[in-house]
């Protein structure tokens, strides 16, 4: 981990040059470009079959690619998934993909899988029961009797108990109350503080806009609109085709 | 907790040295079923690692079981090198096979992984039968050793490092990843488990422990032919056995080729030509009552008792 305090946002982490994918010859991806600095929210918006569950697969590694991504100064393209993952890239998938017949905390461990500090890890996992104390309650639970929100809770966890650099979160909000997702809202915000940059990919283009620091907003493929957050929201292009706002 | 997994490893040491004496106050029919009972051991508990904790139904493992066989036969009969030196080569065999072929099929799941392995003991065997080397679909006969003893020292000894293996699995970040694969798979390649290189060594993990039942088995017989080296029904064995004593589980699978070994002798001794007819019942009831295993039973039954079979019968909605 970076020390906190300094501001060094402006310091790129993540950056994606002429990105393209698909499946079997079918392009999903277009020349997408897009940058994440350190401690930043950024919000990945657009609406059911834009293109982004293709690209943060294409960002993990899990599916073939064209373009660059650099992640660190480091290429990605050339890497495997758990090689992508070694450098700090984790993704919380959509869908949660918790391992549901297995216990809160033996799912925490799990995301410490490729960790050997156990004194470290030990403490991550208390430091994770502060953060989300309903999972600190449930802990030797199994993960698939909990409610959709806990089980999102336990996503987010396990991705934090890999240490991420970047924690990418895919559909956070999908089919949870208001509440919780207020909840998880505040837990991005509180990591953050702690120097864990977030991409948040959302369909729920203002919930995403309202927490992040800036945005891309994506339709068929590509990057339609990007920029600070705040002004996505007041786009009147943006707000007209997706918020349905005139 | 800790006293009682002392108290555990007490008794396994224990049955150990009763059974490891068995032969020197036991009848020659006794010693022989004892072989083949040890050597099932092996195998259902072989397919515990790649069917039980990965989660990976393999029928493809009568394939490692005839290469097994097969590198110690070519190996004593065709170079005349020594029988350790024929297990090694087997293992070896099963495990070039394990890589070549895991890395393509381990990508298919459920049904679609059993059909393909299902298919590759079949094709070996047509394959083996055109092999001169390997005496092509007549066989090989290897030279003989009459020692039962020994062949049931060593199957017994085979057991003990299978089964010391598979609770080392259960302790492992290996063991940990390959239980992650089959909870989810989706989920373990995301928090950064290499589950394509996991799969693969689960399964030659799998394969030298079959190989070197099937070498033992091999030299013990003196005879084998590619029919019944690559022979499906035995893979169907080891899947009862181990789901019969508890896949995923480190005594399960042994327990359970234990019990239904001595099911079987029993029934083809006592009612003969309706012995396949009980013992199909047998396996019925088990996966109807049972459906975890007898290791899930004897966990559940001390607090749940009776109803623990009542509810399995229930959740099947018969």
């Known amino acids: 981990m970076t020390t906190a305090g300094a ?34 929210i950024v919000a990945l918006v657009g609406s ?40 700090g890239l984790v993704q919380v998938p959509e869908g949660r993909q918790l391992f549901d017949r297995m216990t809160v905390a033996d799912n925490l461990l799990m995301g410490a899988y490729r960790r050997r500090d156990r004194a470290a890890v030990a403490n991550d996992l208390d430091r994770m029961y502060t953060l989300f104390p309903r999972l600190g309650e449930r802990r030797t639970q199994l993960a698939g009797s909990m409610s959709g929100g806990e089980q999102q809770m336990c996503a987010m966890a396990r991705g934090l108990m890999a240490r991420p650099q970047l924690l990418m979160i895919d559909e956070m909000s999908l089919g949870l109350a208001p509440v919780v997702v207020e909840q998880l809202m505040d837990v991005l915000v509180e990591i953050r503080k702690q120097d864990v940059t977030v991409l948040l990919v959302e369909q729920d283009i203002h919930l995403a806009l309202s927490l992040a620091d800036r945005g891309y907003v ?29 | 907790m800790t006293a009682s997994r002392l108290g555990v490893a007490v008794a396994i040491v224990a049955v150990v040295a009763v059974l490891a004496t068995v032969p020197l106050f036991s009848s020659d029919v006794i010693v022989q079923f004892g072989i083949n009972a040890l050597l099932l051991a092996v195998l259902a508990q072989g397919w515990n690692i790649i069917g039980g904790y990965t989660g990976y139904a393999s029928f493809g493992n009568s394939v490692f079981y005839g290469l097994g066989s097969y590198g110690v036969a070519i190996a004593m009969v065709q170079w005349n090198l020594p029988f350790a030196v024929g297990m090694i080569f087997g293992a070896g065999l099963a495990v070039a096979f394990a890589f070549l072929l895991g890395v393509p099929v381990l990508r298919l799941k459920g049904h679609y992984f059993a059909i393909a392995t299902l298919g590759l003991a079949q094709v070996m065997s047509a394959i083996v039968s055109n092999i001169g080397i390997a005496g092509q679909n007549i066989g090989l006969v290897l030279p003989p050793l009459n020692n039962d003893h020994l062949f049931y020292e060593l199957s017994l000894g085979l057991l003990v490092i299978a089964t010391l293996t598979v609770f080392w699995l259960t302790r492992s970040r290996f063991g ?51 029919d019944s080296a690559f022979d499906i029904s035995l893979n169907v064995k080891m899947i009862i056995m181990a789901v019969f004593g508890g896949p995923g589980t ?69």
């Open chain 2, 250 to 318: 480190v005594l399960g699978p042994v327990l359970g080729a234990f019990v239904l070994s001595a099911v079987s002798e029993i029934l083809s001794s006592k009612v003969t030509n309706l012995a396949g007819l009980f013992f199909g019942a047998v396996v019925v009831a088990a996966v109807v009552l049972m459906p975890r295993g007898v290791a899930d039973v004897m966990r559940q039954f001390r607090t749940a008792g009776w109803r623990y079979f009542v509810e399995n019968l229930r959740a099947h909605r018969i």
């Open chain 1, 48 to 87: 059911n079959g834009a293109g982004k569950t293709t690209l943060l697969r294409a960002l993990s590694r899990v599916i073939p690619c064209t373009g660059t991504i650099s992640f660190n100064n480091d290429d990605l393209v050339a890497k495997t998934p758990d090689e992508a993952f070694a450098t």
């Open chain 2, 176 to 226: 940990f990843g390959l239980i992650a694969i089959r909870e989810n798979e989706e989920g373990a390649a995301v928090m950064g488990v290499n589950t394509t290189l996991y799969k693969v060594l689960a399964f030659a993990l799998s394969g030298v422990f079959t190989a070197l039942a099937g070498g033992i088995h091999a030299y013990w017989i003196t005879f084998l032919d590619p």
């Open chain 1, 7 to 40: 501001p060094k946002e402006r310091e790129p982490l993540l950056v994606v040059n002429g990105l393209g994918a698909g499946y079997g010859g079918m392009p999903a991806l277009r020349n997408v470009s897009l940058e994440v600095r350190r401690a930043e």
């Open chain 1, 218 to 246: 994506m339709d068929t493929g590509s990057i339609a609109r990007s920029g600070a957050a705040k002004d996505l929201i007041d786009d009147p292009a943006v707000r007209e085709a997706y918020l349905g706002l005139a």
